[in-house]
């Protein structure tokens, strides 16, 4: 990334001073190793340049040039809060695993988002709306999105509405790594895991068995059903659409969004050399229609990250907050200057603005390491978990919520 963005600076600043003469004056100041270079030093080889009767707009020109490539190569190289795991919700033990793959272990920052966001698919630590054995759908079922990105190629592998398969975001990496697609979903996408060699199970316990009997039991309330007869507050249906012209636009979403159903597990790894991936899986809501595929493994939506900035994750209610990508928002507003949690919060404003009563949040990062992080309603208060190495143990973060008070 730098060495191409060297040479272009190098080209511009050529054109500008119009002369190719004058290059070799910028192959001398410009050192091979510019992390070597002090900036003391420049100034003194440019003053030296400028003795040789160099024209003095040539040497402005080249002191901020040389200036700007001398703290770009700075920002990249030095990062003292890198390595990196943050990550949406108190999950303790997935940054703890994502911790040991990226610091102990040598394992690449994709190899850690996957073996940390596993650990809530595998050993079920991370709430009944990751993994196996979650909530279940309007027949009974469990199914799975995830979705797993890199910000230095923007490669994207990601499944929806994943049956019979625990791993789903290693399913997700392997859509990633042996195809040129980005998302797979349904009956196919388990095609595809057998394929690639993963297991099938039953996604059911007993726990998503009785409750689903509950929910039966209870009218099949709450429901994600409008516009339909019979009553789909009052009946679990078949139901029929109802016939009319023109529906108005709501003013409200999700009401079943809480504490108990939000559970999506979003992660960013930044390495230490500054190169990041994130991701994300869950099982969604509980008692969604069958065949609903979430925000989690929609690109710039769930997750976004980009190396030449930072990355964003996201978690709450999907279906409002998909329609309005604010991971790739955050990561947009940063790239223009705002500090993560600026940028989380400018994120989720638009989402407020038409859905004051949602619940969602943003957990943002730089590519240097600053965090942050934004959430609105969720009962008033959110928690996301980081691990630096100045910390001794991953730490939960407790944020206060904006709050829809109409």
């Given at each position: 990334?730098?060495?191409?963005?060297?040479?272009?600076?190098?080209?511009?600043?050529?054109?500008?001073?119009?002369?190719?003469?004058?290059?070799?004056?910028?192959?001398?100041?410009?050192?091979?190793?510019?992390?070597?270079?002090?900036?003391?030093?420049?100034?003194?080889?440019?003053?030296?340049?400028?003795?040789?009767?160099?024209?003095?707009?040539?040497?402005?020109?080249?002191?901020?040039?040389?200036?700007?490539?001398?703290?770009?190569?700075?920002?990249?190289?030095?990062?003292?809060?890198?390595?990196?795991?943050?990550?949406?919700?108190?999950?303790?033990?997935?940054?703890?695993?994502?911790w040991?793959?990226?610091?102990?272990?040598?394992?690449?920052?994709?190899?850690?988002?996957?073996?940390?966001?596993?650990?809530?698919?595998?050993?079920?630590?991370?709430?009944?709306?990751?993994?196996?054995?979650?909530?279940?759908?309007?027949?009974?079922?469990?199914?799975l999105?995830?979705?797993?990105?890199?910000?230095?190629?923007?490669?994207?592998?990601?499944?929806?509405?994943?049956?019979?398969?625990?791993?789903?975001?290693?399913?997700?990496?392997?859509?990633?790594?042996y195809?040129?697609?980005?998302?797979?979903?349904?009956?196919?996408?388990?095609?595809?895991?057998?394929?690639?060699?993963?297991?099938?199970?039953?996604?059911?316990?007993?726990?998503?068995?009785q409750?689903?009997?509950?929910?039966?039991?209870?009218?099949?309330q709450?429901?994600?059903?409008?516009?339909?007869?019979?009553?789909?507050?009052?009946?679990?249906?078949?139901?029929?659409?109802?016939?009319?012209?023109?529906?108005?636009?709501?003013?409200?979403?999700?009401?079943?969004?809480?504490?108990?159903?939000?559970?999506?597990?979003?992660?960013?790894?930044?390495?230490?050399?500054?190169?990041?991936?994130g991701?994300?899986?869950?099982?969604?809501?509980?008692?969604?229609?069958?065949?609903?595929?979430?925000d989690?493994?929609?690109?710039?939506?769930?997750?976004?990250?980009?190396?030449?900035?930072?990355?964003?994750?996201?978690?709450?209610?999907?279906?409002?907050?998909?329609?309005?990508?604010?991971?790739?928002?955050?990561v947009?507003?940063?790239?223009?200057?705002?500090?993560?949690?600026?940028?989380?919060?400018?994120?989720?404003k638009?989402i407020?603005k038409?859905?004051?009563?949602?619940?969602?949040?943003?957990?943002?990062?730089?590519?240097?390491?600053?965090?942050?992080?934004?959430?609105?309603?969720?009962?008033g208060?959110?928690?996301?978990?980081?691990?630096?190495?100045?910390?001794?143990?991953?730490?939960?973060?407790?944020?206060?919520?904006?709050?829809?008070?109409?």
């Open positions: 990334m730098f060495k191409n963005d060297f040479k272009e600076k190098k080209r511009l600043l050529l054109r500008k001073l119009g002369s190719i003469e004058h290059e070799h004056y910028v192959n001398f100041i410009l050192p091979k190793k510019p992390e070597n270079f002090t900036f003391d030093e420049t100034v003194a080889q440019l003053t030296d340049i400028f003795a040789l009767k160099m024209n003095a707009v040539y040497f402005m020109r080249l002191l901020v040039f040389t200036t700007s490539v001398i703290a770009s190569k700075i920002m990249i190289s030095k990062h003292p809060s890198l390595p990196l795991v943050i990550n949406t919700w108190p999950f303790v033990e997935a940054t703890e695993k994502a040991s793959v990226i610091y102990h272990d040598g394992g690449s920052n994709l190899d850690a988002v996957e073996k940390g966001c596993s650990v809530c698919e595998i050993q079920r630590l991370c709430g009944d709306s990751v993994g196996y054995g979650g909530h279940p759908d309007e027949t009974g079922k469990t199914t999105d995830a979705m797993i990105m890199d910000g230095a190629t923007h490669q994207v592998g990601s499944v929806g509405n994943l049956k019979r398969v625990k791993n789903a975001i290693s399913v997700a990496r392997a859509v990633m790594d195809t040129e697609h980005t998302l797979l979903v349904g009956n196919d996408a388990t095609m595809f895991a057998i394929e690639m060699g993963f297991p099938i199970y039953n996604l059911e316990t007993n726990k998503t068995i409750e689903f009997k509950n929910w039966l039991h209870n009218k099949c709450p429901n994600y059903r409008k516009n339909v007869v019979p009553d789909h507050t009052k009946s679990c249906g078949s139901y029929k659409p109802i016939l009319q012209q023109k529906f108005g636009l709501p003013s409200f979403s999700h009401q079943t969004i809480s504490k108990d159903n939000h559970d999506t597990i979003g992660m960013l790894v930044i390495d230490k050399n500054g190169n990041i991936a991701g994300t899986t869950t099982n969604g809501m509980d008692h969604k229609v069958p065949g609903r595929v979430g989690s493994p929609i690109i710039g939506s769930g997750a976004y990250v980009d190396n030449d900035i930072g990355g964003a994750v996201g978690t709450g209610d999907g279906d409002i907050m998909m329609r309005f990508v604010p991971s790739f928002h955050a947009h507003l940063m790239q223009n200057g705002l500090s993560p949690e600026e940028a989380a919060s400018g994120a989720l638009p407020i038409k859905y004051p009563h949602f619940s969602g949040a943003i957990v943002a990062a730089s590519i240097s390491g600053e965090y942050g992080a934004a959430c609105h309603n969720f009962g208060a959110a928690q996301y978990t980081v691990r630096t190495s100045s910390m001794q143990n991953a730490t939960v973060f407790s944020i206060k919520c904006s709050m829809n008070n109409k």
